[in-house]
């Protein structure tokens, strides 16, 4: 029998650390062949490449699309979006896949999701039926009713990937892939690199061994004119806390030119003896990291998934996880300096308690496991 080739599209670095383990229990599963296609800005230097840790992790990249447009604004997302349909069809053309899979919810997902249903290819979606709010919730809702299979990673997705109509029988909470990761850095949570030497990065280097804070922050794609400005404010309470702080660059969302911008400002005009900027790092190694870390200020999705798993500290800022099922490694902020500074000194000191909300670490497995055995969907039926 013929092997079921499954098309796994990666747009984003943490899209490959969302998929990781199910790209390797495909690789793995005997009746599964992975067809790996890379897009977006994982392909970009100045995004840190994540293509270069799918290559280092032996995986072996079918296809690459270069598709993001400069600007790092809302007419650049959606002309991405629209250069991802074009290239990623003659993808699909190309290596004829019986299963595509698309994750998540950025911008550059949508064109897998739109590329395979017109080609009629079944559409499997990673981490649908969560709710945030902005731009990113319109398309991972959106991308739900595009899709034949869903991998869900909560009760609360499963829930909601129901309501939206959709037959429970092609619906599974697995769990979030990430978690399989997190898992493994629990049981052995011992940084055994040194992140300056093997990362790089510019800045001081501030001496880890009493603790340091991990600092990540994204445009908010719903309030872009304010990135600069709040990203400023992150700055101010990080520079008051006077203790190392590892700092990484936001990824390509409109509104990221703000941000940047105001990182870089910041440097020009502060001496920042106790700050290292990191452009990406590998997703076990970025685990690692955290875990060692006094705990995460920012609003990456990182702090709500797997920190909760960690039992991580988290200062969630801003809008930009609204409403996901949270833990309570979490205390949700403002954006100014003196609620961020307040709720570091208030939430960190102890260490919170783990929760499994989104898996408890097998999900890359069962995923293969579907994906393997599930019949071909080709019309599907909703259910009103
Ligand atoms: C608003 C929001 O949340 N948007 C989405 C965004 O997450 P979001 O933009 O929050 O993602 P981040 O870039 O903050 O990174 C989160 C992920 O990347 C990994 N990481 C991060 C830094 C690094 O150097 N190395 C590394 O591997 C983290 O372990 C984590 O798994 O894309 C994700 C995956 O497509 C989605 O799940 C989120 O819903």
């Keep these: 029998m013929a092997k079921r080739k499954i098309c796994v599209v990666i747009t984003a670095r943490p899209s490959y650390s969302r998929i990781k383990t199910a790209l390797e229990a495909i690789n793995k599963h005997p009746d599964l062949e992975l067809q790996l296609v890379v897009a977006a800005s994982a392909l970009l230097d100045r995004y840190g490449s994540a293509v270069n840790y799918m290559v280092k992790d032996g995986f072996e990249i079918s296809a690459k699309v270069f598709n993001i447009l400069e600007g790092e604004n809302l007419t650049a997302a959606a002309k991405t979006t629209g250069i991802g349909i074009l290239e990623l069809s003659t993808v699909f053309d190309n290596l004829a896949p019986d299963i595509v899979v698309t994750v998540a919810d950025r911008f550059e997902t949508m064109a897998t999701a739109i590329a395979a249903s017109y080609m009629n290819i079944p559409l499997a979606h990673i981490q649908g039926g969560e709710v945030t709010g902005n731009i990113d919730e319109k398309v991972r809702h959106s991308i739900t009713k595009l899709a034949d299979y869903h991998f ?60 340091y804070w991990v600092v990540m922050q994204h445009p908010v794609t719903t309030e872009v004119s304010l990135s600069r400005k709040q990203i400023e404010e992150t700055l101010h309470a990080m520079y008051e806390i006077k203790e190392p702080v590892l700092m990484f660059w936001p990824n390509v969302d409109a509104g990221a030119d703000g941000t940047s911008t105001g990182i870089r400002s910041f440097r020009e005009t502060h001496k920042l003896d106790h700050f290292h900027f990191f452009k990406n790092m590998e997703p076990l190694d970025f685990l690692r990291v955290l875990c060692n870390s006094k705990g995460l200020i920012g609003n990456s999705s990182v702090g709500i998934r797997e920190c909760a798993f960690l039992g991580v500290p988290v200062v969630n800022i801003g809008s930009r996880q609204n409403k996901r099922d949270r833990g309570n490694n979490v205390i949700d902020v403002g954006y100014s300096k003196d609620e961020i500074l307040h709720a570091i000194k208030a939430h960190t000191r102890h260490k919170p308690s783990t929760s499994h909300i989104y898996g408890g670490g097998d999900a890359g497995k069962q995923i293969a496991k579907l994906l393997s055995t599930l019949p071909l969907v080709f019309h599907k039926t909703i259910t009103f």
């Design 152 to 211: 869900v990673a909560s009760n609360g997705a499963y829930e909601r990937v129901v309501k939206l109509g959709e037959n429970p029988e092609f619906v599974f909470n697995t769990g979030c892939p990430s978690i399989d990761l997190a898992a493994g850095v629990k049981e052995n949570p011992r940084l055994d690199f040194e992140p300056y030497q093997k990362y790089g990065g510019v800045g001081a280097a501030p001496d880890l061994k009493n603790g």
